[in-house]
Structure formats: C-alpha cells, structure tokens
C-alpha cells in the first residue's frame, strides 16, 4: 500500500497544473459546503435560543389546550397550579434539569386608551408572567450566541399594575409621545367631530367605574383592558405602560400586551380561583428535553392529573420549517458540489490514463495484474480528494475564524436589533469529518470509471499505443 500511495503521489506531482485545478475543485466543494453549513448551524441555533428565551423548551396546559384553548384560555385554566409546580419542582428527576420554572396566563380582549382628546381601542393578545422569571429565562444562552438581554426595569415583581406593549399598538392607542417612542408616527389631527371615532361606551363606562386614583401620581401613561372573566362577564382593569418594543412581526407588534400575572389573574379570573394557562419550564441544556418530557407524562399519569406537555418546537412550527428548508438547500448544495467533484476527478483521471496507456501495457507485460493497474489509479484519485478536501477543511475553519472576529452583525427575520453573525464551523466536528469523507469517497467512486479502463486495456493494443 504504501508503494502505490508513493507511485501515486509522483503521479500527481507529474501532472501539477491539471492536479492543481482538480484540487481546487474539490477544496471549493469543502469551503463551500462547510461554510453553509456553519451559518445555518448558527441559524439553528439562534432561533432555538430565542424561542427558548421567550417560551421555555417545555410547557404543561390543560388536555386539549392546545387543539382548542386558544380561542378560549380562561376556559383551560389549570387548577391549583401551584401543587403542580410544586410536584414538578420537587421531583428527584426533574429538579436536576430545570433552570427556571414558571406559570403564564395568556388572554385576549381589548385595549383602549380615552385620556387624550382621540379615544382609540384595539383588541389585544395578551400574556400574564412572573417579571424576575422572565428576566432569568432571557439570559439562557448555552450556545454563547451572545443573544443575552438585561434584566427589564420595566417591569416588577413588586408592581403589579406595569406593563409592556407592542410599539405598533402603542402608535394605535396614540401613546408614541408620551412614551418618547422615536420613528412613532402620531396619528393626523381630526378636524370634525364625524371625524372621530366611535367609542366603545361599555368599556367607557366600565374604566369610569374602575377608576385608579393613583394615574394622578404615575408619570407613565395608562390603558384601559377589557376581557372576559371565566364565568363569561365583562370585566375591566387599568394596566400603567411601562415602555412599548418592537416583536419584528406587525400582527404581533400591533396587538401584544405583556403584564405582570396577578394583573392578567385578576382581569380573566376576578373573585373567583385563579389559574394559569401555561405552566412554562426551562432547561439547562436542550438535550434533555426528550427525557423530562418522558418524566412529566409518566408524573402526571401517576397523580391522575389531565395535563399534557408541549415542547418549543410544537408550539412555533416554523421553527421546524426553517430547519427543513435550510436543510434541504444544504443537501442541494452538497449535491452540486459532489457532481463538481466528480466531472472534475474523472476528466483528471481520463487524461491521466490516455497519456499513460504506454506505461500501463509495459507494467502489464512485466506481469502486473489487472487488479493492481486499478488500484493503482483508484489511490491517485482518493489522494487527490483527500488533499482538496482537507485544504477546503482548513480553509473553511480559517474563513470561519476570520469572519466570527470581523464584528459583522446582520438584523435576521424576526428581529429588530441587528444581532453578531458567527459560523459554527469548528462547532460540528461530526460534519467536518462527514464532509472530509463524503467528498474522498466521491473521488474514488471518479475514479474508479477511468482505472477500470486502464486495468481493462489489452497488453498489445497499449504498447503500440501512439
């Protein structure tokens, strides 16, 4: 082996131009598929820290929530939502694995602003969480994305009246001046009173009665939220706007409502029991999703307890769509790159064996069998892949390097503060060495067409061969 692996290198410094161009070809095929799929590595991995950040890997509703509920989540509440927590905390199993674990209350209805001269009011998607939770969940970052946000003074453990609101909602309501919002277009001045809107007078005369004698000492502004409470009542509260931010999708920037979850109990539930839609759980590391949510299931199977457990990607499905299609662009670069590679290495080794035929009668006449005159070509062509597809490595890890500490940043779908752009390149040993691989074995497999012809050559017809 090792003298077909000496013959074969000479062979190839022989023919260093057409070797070169081959090489390349291959190295291109390697930085070119390495590269991709270092950047959607990172794409993976950022969406999967921001869903994570923002909903948990696991979440326990209600059976049939998440068919059913969300039209109606004051109808799948979870009752004494506590205990569960507590027998979720408390287990010997899950408690290792949870980082944060935490109830929400999701509700919908309609938001409505009458303290200036225009009154506006648009329905509303809201959602009731613990502050210092949320706080805790969006500093989870294991993958050192460095997509990290502060603690958000904005919103308190110890006030339950202060909320936030989608910028879009916020322009809507007619608060872009009193929450200091830049590029926040106030709506035009109405110069007739049949230029007004109608006022919903319920929910006019329902804030009248509801009225909060603290909006003289807030400095922020305040709204009005209107929902129905469980027993199908209409009920009322006054939420202070702690700040308005932007959610990257308009139908979500337009409607978002996030609140303290005593404030969002309190406007579903009133008097009566307060529940939780959601009881949301936060892992260390992803990896054991699978086996907590095995736990849960068997826990709540135990305890007779009609709850079910959805993960992050059952919740946002275009999570798993973007996978699916940065994937199969992937494989189709790598198809391209392979059908590259291989034209290149077989019109390599087909002149290789048309300007040898001579040197391969001589050999055969010597006694060489067919076999080894094969062989032969077939080791050429697998060091040729080997050398192009570790130049590709090393250039794709060094290309990697440099753009990671070019401090390029880039605002990606979803998105509103553009964000660093790292490719994982030396993160996916399994795929450096898969592509290595891929890409040797695609050399020799070209090769092969052309040594079986060398080794198929008659003695007589080689050695007059001109």
């Known amino acids: 082996m090792s003298l077909l692996l000496k013959i074969g290198w000479r062979n190839i410094v022989r023919n260093r131009r057409r070797s070169m161009m081959t090489i390349s070809a291959v190295a291109a095929g ?15 991995l950022g969406m999967e820290t921001g869903y994570v950040q923002r909903s948990g890997h696991l979440r326990v509703f209600r059976s049939g929530y998440f068919l059913y509920g969300t039209g109606n989540p004051a109808a799948y509440g979870i009752d004494d939502y506590q205990s569960v927590m507590r027998l979720i905390g408390e287990d010997p199993v899950l408690k290792p694995m949870i980082r944060v674990l935490t109830p929400t209350q999701s509700l919908m209805g309609i938001a409505a602003n009458y303290s200036g001269d225009d009154a506006a009011s648009k329905t509303f998607i809201g959602e009731g969480l613990v502050p210092s939770d949320r706080d805790r969940m969006r500093r989870w970052d294991p993958y050192h994305t460095g997509n990290v946000f502060a603690p958000d003074r904005r919103l308190s453990d110890a006030d339950e009246s202060r909320g936030l609101i989608g910028s879009g909602l916020a322009r809507i309501l007619n608060l872009c001046v009193p929450l200091a919002l830049a590029n926040c277009p106030t709506a035009p001045v109405r110069s ?9 007078t319920d929910l006019l005369e329902l804030a009248a009665r509801d009225v909060d004698t603290r909006r003289s000492v807030h400095q922020a502004p305040q709204i009005d939220l209107l929902a129905a ?23 979500l920037d337009d409607a978002v409502v996030i609140m303290h979850l005593a404030l969002a109990q309190q406007l579903v539930y009133g008097r009566s029991e307060h529940k939780v839609t959601a009881i949301v759980m936060q892992l260390d590391r992803s990896q054991g999703m699978g086996r907590a949510r095995s736990r849960l299931a068997a826990l709540f199977k135990e305890h007779h307890l009609d709850l079910e457990v959805r993960d ?11 996978i699916q299609l940065f994937s ?34 001589t050999i055969r006449a010597m006694g060489v069998r067919r076999g080894r005159v094969r062989a032969q070509f077939v080791v050429e062509g697998a060091l ?18 440099i753009i990671n500490h070019a401090g390029l940043t880039w605002i990606p779908p979803g998105n509103n503060e553009p964000i660093a752009l790292y490719l994982y390149v030396l993160g996916r ?23 079986n012809r060398a080794a198929r050559l008659p003695v007589v017809d080689a050695l007059r061969h001109v």
């Open 429 to 451: 040993p399994g795929l450096l060495v898969g592509t290595w691989v891929g890409l040797v074995l695609v050399a020799v497999v070209a090769a092969f067409m052309p040594a």
């Open 328 to 361: 199969g662009i992937f494989l189709f670069i790598a198809l391209v790159m392979g059908v590259i590679v291989l034209f290149a290495v077989v019109n390599t080794m087909t002149m290789n064996v048309m300007e040898r035929t001579n040197e391969i009668g």
């Open 192 to 200: 007739s009173q049949t230029d007004r809107p109608t006022v919903n």
């Open 229 to 251: 409470t469980v027993g199908g009542a209409p009920n009322v509260v006054s939420m202070t706007v702690g700040g308005a931010q932007p959610f990257g999708a308009k139908e």
């Open 312 to 322: 992050f990607g059952e919740l946002t499905p275009f999570y798993g769509q973007v």
């Open 30 to 44: 390697a930085l070119a598929m390495l590269l991709f799929a270092g950047y959607t590595t990172y794409i993976f």
């Open 384 to 401: 040729i892949g080997a050398i192009g597809a570790t130049c590709g490595t090393v250039l794709a890890v060094v290309s990697g390097a």
